[in-house]
C-alpha cells in the first residue's frame, strides 16, 4: 500500500510539472481572432486554466497522502503582505468587479490574476525542489517558447503576416504577444539566459545553439523598436558582459567568443537601426538629401552648441510627402505623434494626483481607466494621442500608487526587495550562471514595468523567475503540512471546483467572443443589425455581470430603432396599417430596450465615462426619432465633463448637440470651452466662427 501512494505521488507531481511546462510554453504563443483582444484576454484565460489545473491536481495529490504539503520560502510575508493590499483595495474599491477581474480588453491586474501567480509561486517550489533535470526542463521550455516567438517576430518583420493586422507590423513587430513593447519586455526578461549559457557550455553544440538563439531573440527587439525594451536590453547585456568578463580573468578563459558574439550584437545593431542610431540606408539618404545624422539627439547636441547635421536639407530631394511634412513642421505644426515620453509625463503626473486624493489603498485595482479622467491634466490635449483612453499609468509603480494606494506600492517594493535578496543570496552562496541569468531577466521586468505596465507573460516571470531559484537552493526546505480528516469528501470538493471554475472560463471566453462578433457586427451598417443583436443578446445572458456588454447592446438596439423609423418613413399610403403597427411596436421595443440596457450599464459601473458615452450615443440615435431625448444626451454629457473636467472632445460634442437643438448661445458657450482646453481644436474653432460670423458659411 505504501508502495502505491509512492506511484501516485509521482504521477501526480509528474502531471503538475508536465501543466508548467506547458503553461511556460503555450502562454506566449496563444492568441484567438475571434475574441475582442486577441491577446492578452485568451493568454490570461490559459493562465487561470492551467492554474485550476495545477491546484486541483496538487489537492488531489494531497488527498491520496491525506496531507497538503506546501514548502515554506522567504517570500512569504513579503507575499502574504502584498497580497492583504490587493484584497483591501479589492473590498475598498469604487467597481470591486473591475478590481478582481481587471479592466475589459486588459483582464489583467485584478486580484484574481494576483491570486493566480501566488498559486502559481507556490505550486512551483513545492513540486520543482531538488528537481535539477525538472528545472532545467522548464529553462529549456521558456527558450524554446522564445525561439518560436522570435522567428515569428523575424518573419513578421520581412511581410509574413503584413495583410492580416491593421497595425504596420513590418515596421514594429509583435509576434504573439500583441504590441511591440510588451514583445520586447518578454524577450529582454528571457535574453540573459541563453546570452550567460552561450559561455556556460562544455558542449560546443550547445554553445553555438545557445549563441544563436541570442543573437535571434536580439535582433527581433531591435525590429520592436521598442524604446523600453532596447533600453533595457543594452542595460542586461552591459551587466551581463561584467559578468562574464569577471568569470573569464578570474578563471583564466578566453575572452575571444565573448568579444566575437558582442561584436555580432553591435554589428546587428547598426545594421539594423535603433530608435536613437538610423541604419545604412537612412544614413545614405540623409547624406543625400542633408538633415541631421542623429535626429533624435540633435535638439540635444544644439543646446551645448553641436550638430549631427553634415550638409543642409536640400527639399528638392524629397518626396511630396515629406516636402509637405518638413513644411508643415516649419510652421510648428506637429507631424506624426508626440512624444511617448512627453505622453507618459503627463499621465504619471495624473496618477500621482490620484495617489494624493486617496493615499492609503488608492481607488481600487484596475480602476485608473475610470479615475484618471477625473485628474487629466489640461495639457493632455495637446498631445497626439489627446482623445485615447488611458487604463493604465504606463508605469507598474505609478499605477500601483494610483490603483492600490501607498499601502500597495510599498508593499510591491517590498516584495521586490524580498525577491533581489533571494537571488543575491543563492548568488553569495553559489556562483551559477542560470541564477544570475534569471536575476538579470528580473532587472529588465523591473525596467521595462517603469516605463509601462505588466502584461501576462512579464507578470508570470515576475513571480516564477524568483520561484525557480528557490526551488534550486539545497536548503531552507521547511514544509508546512495540514492533515486532510476526510479524503473522500475532499476529493469529490476539488473535482466540483475543477469542473465549476473551467466551467466559469469557457462561459467567460464564450460570451466574449458573441460580444466580439456583435460588436463587429454592428459597425456594418443596418443590414447587420439584427445579428449584431442577436451575438450581443447571447453575451448579455451567456455574462450577467459583465455591463460593457449591455452598454454595446444598447447602442445596436438604438441604431435598430432608428433604421426602423427610417424605414416607416417611407413605407407607401397604401401599406396597410397593420404592417405599420408591427414597425411601430418594434421601434418602442428597441428604443425601450436600448434605454434600459444603457440605463443598467450605468447602474453597474457608474465611474467609466465610456458608458456614458455610450448613454450619450444612444440618445443621439433615439432624438433622430424623437427630439425629447436630446434632453437626455445633454445630462448625459453634463455627467461625463463632470467626471473628466478636461475632456474637450465631450464639450464639444455638447455643443453640437446644443446646436441641433436650435440653442445657439448655448453652443457657443461649449465651442468656446472646448476651445480653451485645447487651444488647437480646429472643428470647435471652426464650429463657433461660423455661429460668430453667420455671413461667412457659406
Not at 491586474?109 to 535539477?132: E, N, Q
Not at 526542463?137 to 511581410?159: A, D, F, R
Not at 506637429?334 to 500621482?352: F, L, Q, Y
Amino acid at each position: 500500500m505504501p508502495q502505491k501512494n509512492i506511484e501516485t505521488d509521482s504521477l501526480y507531481a509528474k502531471i503538475i510539472r508536465g501543466l508548467f511546462y506547458a503553461l511556460f510554453f503555450l502562454t506566449p504563443l496563444i492568441l484567438w481572432t475571434k475574441t475582442s483582444e486577441v491577446f492578452e484576454f485568451n493568454k490570461m484565460l490559459f493562465v487561470y486554466l492551467s492554474t485550476i489545473a495545477i491546484a486541483s491536481t496538487w489537492l488531489l495529490k494531497s488527498v491520496q497522502e491525506k496531507k497538503f504539503t506546501l514548502r515554506r520560502t522567504p517570500l512569504d510575508i513579503p507575499i502574504l503582505i502584498f497580497l492583504i493590499s490587493q484584497i483591501l483595495s479589492t473590498i475598498l474599491s469604487i467597481d470591486p468587479h473591475t478590481s478582481f477581474w481587471g479592466y475589459y480588453s486588459r483582464f489583467h491586474g485584478g486580484l484574481a490574476s494576483t491570486l493566480s501567480y501566488i498559486v502559481l509561486f507556490y505550486a512551483l517550489v513545492t513540486h520543482f525542489s531538488d528537481k535539477s533535470k525538472s528545472i532545467a526542463n522548464l529553462i529549456y521550455t521558456i527558450l524554446v517558447s522564445g525561439l518560436v516567438v522570435s522567428v515569428y517576430g523575424v518573419l513578421e518583420h520581412y511581410g509574413i503576416d503584413k495583410d492580416v493586422w491593421v497595425q504596420d507590423v513590418q515596421n514594429r513587430v509583435f509576434s504573439t504577444l500583441g504590441q511591440p513593447n510588451w514583445l520586447s519586455a518578454y524577450l529582454v526578461a528571457i535574453l540573459p539566459i541563453p546570452f550567460l549559457s552561450t559561455f556556460s557550455q562544455k558542449n560546443r553544440l550547445y554553445s553555438y545553439l545557445y549563441g544563436s538563439l541570442t543573437f535571434l531573440i536580439f535582433i527581433t527587439i531591435l525590429f520592436t523598436k521598442s524604446r523600453s525594451g532596447i533600453g533595457a536590453t543594452v542595460i542586461t547585456i552591459t551587466l551581463s558582459l561584467i559578468y562574464l568578463l569577471y568569470r573569464s580573468i578570474r578563471s583564466k578563459k578566453k575572452i575571444f567568443p565573448l568579444l566575437l558574439l558582442s561584436f555580432s550584437l553591435l554589428l546587428s545593431t547598426f545594421l539594423i537601426g535603433s530608435p536613437w542610431t538610423p541604419n545604412p540606408g537612412e544614413i545614405q539618404k540623409t547624406l543625400s538629401v542633408g538633415g541631421p545624422l542623429l535626429p533624435a539627439f540633435e535638439k540635444y547636441l544644439n543646446q551645448v552648441g553641436l550638430s549631427s547635421q553634415l550638409k543642409p536639407l536640400d527639399t528638392e530631394k524629397l518626396s511630396d510627402q515629406e516636402k509637405w511634412q518638413v513644411d508643415l513642421e516649419s510652421k510648428g505644426i506637429r507631424v506624426g505623434g508626440s512624444n511617448s515620453m512627453e505622453i507618459r509625463s503627463i499621465v504619471w503626473k495624473g496618477a500621482v494626483e490620484l495617489g494624493k486624493r486617496r493615499p492609503f489603498f488608492g481607488y481600487g485595482l484596475e480602476t485608473f481607466g475610470y479615475t484618471y479622467y477625473n485628474v487629466r491634466p489640461e495639457e493632455h490635449n495637446l498631445v497626439s494621442e489627446w482623445d485615447f483612453l488611458y487604463n493604465k499609468a504606463h508605469n507598474e509603480y505609478l499605477n500601483l500608487l494610483a490603483n492600490a494606494g501607498l499601502i500597495g506600492l510599498l508593499s510591491y517594493l517590498l516584495l521586490i526587495a524580498a525577491i533581489f535578496k533571494v537571488f543575491l543570496t543563492s548568488l553569495i552562496k553559489e556562483e551559477n550562471p542560470l541564477h544570475t541569468a534569471l536575476l538579470l531577466g528580473f532587472i529588465s521586468i523591473l525596467i521595462t514595468n517603469y516605463f509601462g505596465f505588466s502584461v501576462v507573460c512579464i507578470a508570470l516571470f515576475f513571480f516564477l523567475f524568483p520561484a525557480i531559484v528557490i526551488s534550486s537552493n539545497e536548503e531552507s526546505k521547511k514544509e508546512m503540512s495540514l492533515k486532510i480528516k476526510f479524503p473522500t469528501i475532499t476529493a469529490t470538493l476539488v473535482v466540483f471546483f475543477l469542473l465549476y471554475f473551467s466551467m466559469k472560463l469557457f462561459t467567460t471566453w464564450s460570451a466574449d467572443i458573441a460580444y466580439a462578433g456583435g460588436k463587429s457586427l454592428s459597425q456594418y451598417g443596418p443590414t447587420y443589425l439584427s445579428d449584431a443583436i442577436e451575438y450581443l443578446t447571447t453575451a448579455v445572458k451567456t455574462n450577467k455581470n459583465e455591463p460593457l456588454y449591455k452598454s454595446i447592446l444598447a447602442e445596436s438596439q438604438a441604431q435598430a430603432a432608428l433604421y426602423l423609423s427610417e424605414q416607416l418613413k417611407v413605407l407607401e399610403a397604401s401599406t396597410p396599417a397593420q404592417t405599420k403597427d408591427k414597425f411601430s411596436i418594434a421601434i418602442d421595443e428597441f428604443t425601450q430596450a436600448a434605454l434600459t440596457n444603457s440605463a443598467k450599464a450605468l447602474e453597474m459601473n457608474p465611474h467609466h465615462t465610456n458608458y456614458y458615452k455610450s448613454r450619450a450615443k444612444v440618445g443621439i440615435y433615439l432624438s433622430s426619432i424623437d427630439p425629447v431625448y436630446y434632453n437626455d444626451v445633454i445630462t448625459t454629457l453634463l455627467k461625463v465633463s463632470e467626471l473628466a473636467p478636461t475632456d474637450a472632445k465631450s464639450i464639444y460634442n455638447l455643443g453640437l448637440v446644443y446646436l441641433n437643438m436650435g440653442k445657439n448661445e448655448e453652443s457657443i458657450v461649449a465651442f468656446q470651452k472646448a476651445i480653451d482646453l485645447k487651444p488647437d481644436y480646429t472643428e470647435a474653432q471652426v464650429r463657433l466662427s461660423s455661429l460668430m460670423n453667420p455671413q461667412e458659411k457659406e
